[in-house]
Structure formats: structure tokens, C-alpha cells
């Protein structure tokens, strides 16, 4: 019996689309950019974080994650019901990309986009779940800097995937306009 028969895995989907669509310039943003700033907090001021430092630190992404996924969610109802020419066109444009080997519209790409962001505050909400209960329950008392490293470059991903998302669902609704 396959995997995705016994745990429901489809929202590897569009995981596969994002990455079978990421372009060397968005992988620089996305990923090493946000890798790069947390790796460089870590060194100057998260080496020797205390508990109740990061537990405040938590609970301001927790509270800032949440709102990032109702706000993702929000953006894909809008992009996925819009009727607006400028989406209808997307939905007919084919890309050079494919995804499964089959080729894949502007529209696809651009809700892959919005889905994996979705999926990523899911997971990073998730993160910071666990990790303020580890916290909590004194599971995790060492290395604090280390893992609110990890969840600084989750929150800077998730808000570097939003700000390309806005800005290219901005050129989507403008194009045709000036």
C-alpha cells in the first residue's frame, strides 16, 4: 500500500510545484537571505538567550504566524475566485516551467507560491507551538539561541515569500493599467 493511501500526503503537492517552479533569484530571497540574517542573529545577540527571553520571543511569532496564515488564506480566496481579466489571462499563459512534467500556467505558479506559504506558517506555527511548550515544561533549557535561530529564519521566510507574493499579485492587478 503506498504512503499517501494510509496519511494523507497531497499537500506535498504544491510543495513539489514551488520548488519545481523556484528560479535561482527567489531562492536567493526566499531561502539564503533569511538564512543568512538568522545565522548572523545567532552570533551577535541569541547565543546566550534565557528562557524568558525566548518564551516572549515565541509568543510574539505565534501571535504574528497566526495572522500571517489568515492573511494567506484571505490572498488565496481572492486569487483563486477573482474573475478579474488579468487573472483569467494567467489562468490560460503557459510558462516555460513544468511541474510533473507537465507544463504549468503563470496561475499555477503563482498559487503554488501562495500555498507554500501557507503551508510554511502552518508548519512554523506548528514550531512554535512545541517549542514554547518544550520551553514551558523545562524539555528545552540549553542551545535556546539555537532553535529561536531556526524559528527567526522561519518567521523571515514566511515574510520574504509574502512580500514577493504581494508583489507579484500587485503586477498581476496592474498590468494593462498605465
Keep these: ?12 503537492l504544491p510543495i513539489g510545484d514551488y520548488f519545481s517552479t523556484l528560479e535561482l ?9 533569511p538564512a543568512i540574517i538568522s545565522i548572523g542573529m545567532y552570533f551577535i545577540a541569541l547565543r546566550n538567550l534565557g528562557s524568558s527571553q525566548a ?9 504574528f504566524i497566526a495572522i500571517i496564515i489568515g492573511f494567506s488564506i484571505a490572498c488565496i480566496t481572492i486569487f483563486a475566485t477573482s474573475s478579474s481579466k488579468n487573472i483569467e489571462e ?3 499563459v503557459l510558462s ?11 496561475y499555477q505558479i503563482m498559487l503554488a507560491t501562495f500555498m507554500f506559504m501557507l503551508i510554511m ?17 523545562g524539555i528545552i533549557s540549553e542551545n535556546l539561541g539555537f532553535f529561536e535561530a531556526i524559528d527567526i529564519f522561519l518567521v523571515l521566510h514566511i515574510l520574504f515569500l509574502a512580500l514577493r507574493n504581494m508583489t507579484n499579485f500587485y503586477h498581476v492587478l496592474r498590468r494593462n493599467d498605465a
Design 121 to 137: 506558517s502552518i508548519l512554523s506555527l506548528t514550531y512554535n507551538l512545541i517549542f514554547y511548550f518544550f520551553i514551558q515544561c
Design 90 to 92: 494567467l489562468r490560460k
Design 96 to 106: 516555460r516551467k513544468k511541474a510533473y512534467g507537465a507544463p504549468i500556467t503563470l
Design 25 to 33: 533569484r527567489d531562492a536567493v530571497f526566499d531561502w539564503a537571505l
Design 1 to 12: 500500500m503506498k504512503m499517501r493511501r494510509v496519511v494523507n500526503l497531497e499537500f506535498l
Design 55 to 63: 518564551i516572549s520571543m515565541a509568543g510574539y511569532f505565534i501571535n
